[in-house]
């Protein structure tokens, strides 16, 4: 089982949509979660970090359940220029940093 | 501006050819870390390094080599290159604070390809 699992998608939705992906992970020590944006072969940056108790940012809600390990990130009304590929990021402390493989999204006009 | 600067961003050469990607950030970040991303695989941790002369493993170290001599430069260095090292590479930079660390800040990648 990979260490943090994603699908890959893609998700092709139309604008104005809500769309919502998941990230599970395996090991319970984990500690930081956050979501990062890829355009295509360029540098991760980053969308949000998880918090517990859940947190929004604009348009984007990012939300973490330990218990069942996997996080969330949902997108509502879909911008044209929300199309790229979601990276789910989940830190051990200081050493460890495990990216998923991204979940692609094409938001169609 | 703050930022993390790799170079070359481009690169072909040949196998066995010693080569050397630096990394330089300049927001006096402890934490440095260098990542291949491969198609389906995703991006993988090659080594990481908490502060100046210390430096550690990642998932996929076989055939790299890394050195923290200073606080801002992290390079990676490919001893003997090998066609299984094409790859597009990132170094990122992070504070630590306490347990927790922040949020990685990127450079713009290296694309190597090894002939």
Avoid at chain 1, 33 to 48: H, N
Wanted: charged content about 20%; some cysteine; hydrophobic content about 30%.
């Amino acid at each position: 089982r990979k260490e943090v699992e994603q699908d890959p998608g893609p998700f092709n939705v139309p604008e104005g949509a809500t769309v919502a992906f998941n990230c599970t992970y395996s090991n319970s020590a984990s500690q930081s979660f956050f979501w990062y944006r890829q355009d295509c072969r360029k540098e991760p940056k980053l969308l949000m970090s998880v918090y517990s108790s859940g947190n929004e940012d604009g348009r984007f809600t990012a939300q973490l359940n330990r218990a069942s390990q996997y996080i969330s990130l949902l997108i509502r009304d879909s911008k044209l220029s929300d199309s790229a590929t979601y990276l789910c990021v989940v830190r051990e402390g200081y050493q460890k940093v495990t990216f998923g493989t991204g979940t692609k999204l094409q938001v169609i006009p | 501006e703050a930022q993390v600067t790799q170079n070359p961003r481009y690169l072909i050469t040949v196998t066995g050819k010693k080569l050397t990607v630096t990394c330089s950030q300049n927001m006096n970040h402890e934490y440095m870390s260098w990542y291949r991303q491969d198609p389906g695989l995703g991006l993988r941790q090659i080594y990481y390094s908490m502060n100046v002369e210390v430096t550690d493993k990642g998932d996929v170290p076989e055939g790299y080599k890394v050195s923290r001599k200073e606080k801002r430069n992290f390079p990676l260095i490919l001893e003997s290159p090998s066609p299984n090292q094409t790859s597009l590479y990132f170094c990122a930079s992070s504070l630590i604070r306490g347990r927790f660390t922040g949020e990685l800040f990127f450079g713009e990648g290296s694309r190597l390809t090894v002939l």
